[in-house]
């Protein structure tokens, strides 16, 4: 889309963040049907429709500007949001190519990058970066190369070294967590990372994600959707910082969670990098209010049917416990009983 930012919104203290009627329309609902169970869900990262949140690699929009603030707001305050092991260089420098490239060419009037073989000139418009720079010479940016292009991108990003048949965390960016922690899984497995999903490992997915991760293609990106709730539109629920957020759970009512209430929805995308042979997975969160989802009639009776019969296990998981119920009340007056039309698409 052709953003028009909101620099002033904020996703802490005051909450201003709001999304536009446009930025609801194209908001990623993650339910294609009355119901929600686990599954591996992925598929080819192509093209979307146009002004649609897969148009692109990259999803730039209204919200730019002040999620690269929150970002800077988390690393001055903790550091070790970003993390990459010493062998993990070459990778970052794949992770700066494919982000600088994919911008420039997706967004020509917010981003540009020339080339004079490995003397690279990038600009930044909205953030007002100018950086020449000699490509893989680490001295001649201000940051490692991840952290430099992390900081002007939304979304996280963790970069998997692949060897002994298996997909190592060794490097990553991460300030908008849904309750885990970079510092924690540094070093972990694929599996020993997602360690502590219940049901998804019975299920076998997490056995047929890597192994399909395993021989992801270089120019061939994956994708898929994960979901989970927020009190406040809250980037930065890390374990971190639980004892900023964590206690927000038990203010909600069914009179209030459609203020308070978000669906926090993740756009996960996968790609095999070129040098490294590692894999960068990008974890783009948008955040919808339950007022805002309720303005689209089939999305407010779809969720409502969602949770309401949401599975116990993924209630607990999803840190849900004490304010589901109040959003399943709140959602129940929108949700007449009607059928709803099969897919995410407002109706």
Request: glycine share 6%; net charge negative; charged share 25%.
């Amino acid at each position: 889309m052709s953003a028009i930012f909101k620099p002033d919104e904020t996703f802490r203290d005051d909450f201003s963040y709001r999304n536009s009627p446009a930025a609801i329309r194209r908001f990623p609902m993650p339910f294609p049907e009355d119901r929600y169970m686990y599954s591996v869900n992925i598929e080819p990262h192509l093209p979307g429709a146009k002004g649609s949140v897969t148009e692109f690699a990259f999803d730039v929009d209204e919200h730019y500007v002040a999620e690269c603030r929150e970002r800077e707001l988390v690393l001055a305050a903790e550091p070790l949001r970003f993390q990459a092991l010493p062998h993990m260089m070459s990778a970052q420098w794949d992770c700066l190519e494919l982000l600088m490239e994919s911008l420039a060419r997706d967004y020509p009037a917010h981003f540009s990058l020339a080339k004079q073989g490995n003397r690279w000139h990038w600009i930044n418009r909205p953030l007002g970066l100018d950086q020449q720079f000699i490509f893989g010479d680490a001295d001649t940016l201000p940051r490692q190369p991840l952290d430099y292009i992390g900081r002007q991108a939304q979304g996280d990003f963790v970069v998997m070294d692949q060897r002994e048949d298996d997909l190592w965390t060794e490097a990553g960016m991460v300030t908008a967590q849904a309750d885990w922690s970079l510092d924690f899984d540094i070093g972990m497995t694929f599996k020993e990372w997602h360690g502590p999903v219940p049901l998804a490992h019975e299920m076998n997915v997490f056995d047929r994600a890597l192994k399909y991760l395993l021989n992801l293609r270089l120019g061939q990106p994956v994708r898929r959707l994960n979901w989970t709730m927020t009190v406040h539109p809250r980037l930065d629920t890390s374990p971190e910082t639980y004892p900023q957020w964590g206690p927000d759970r038990a203010r909600v009512t069914a009179q209030n969670a459609g203020d308070l209430v978000n669906l926090r929805v993740e756009l996960q995308g996968l790609w095999r990098l070129p040098r490294s042979n590692a894999v960068l997975f990008g974890i783009r969160c948008y955040l919808i209010s339950m007022n805002e989802l309720a303005t689209v009639p089939k999305w407010a009776r779809r969720m409502h049917r969602v949770l309401e019969d949401l599975h116990p296990a993924l209630v607990d998981y999803k840190g849900l416990t004490r304010y589901r119920d109040a959003v399943v009340e709140w959602l129940a007056p929108y949700d007449d009983g009607s059928p709803t039309t099969p897919g995410t698409a407002p109706e």
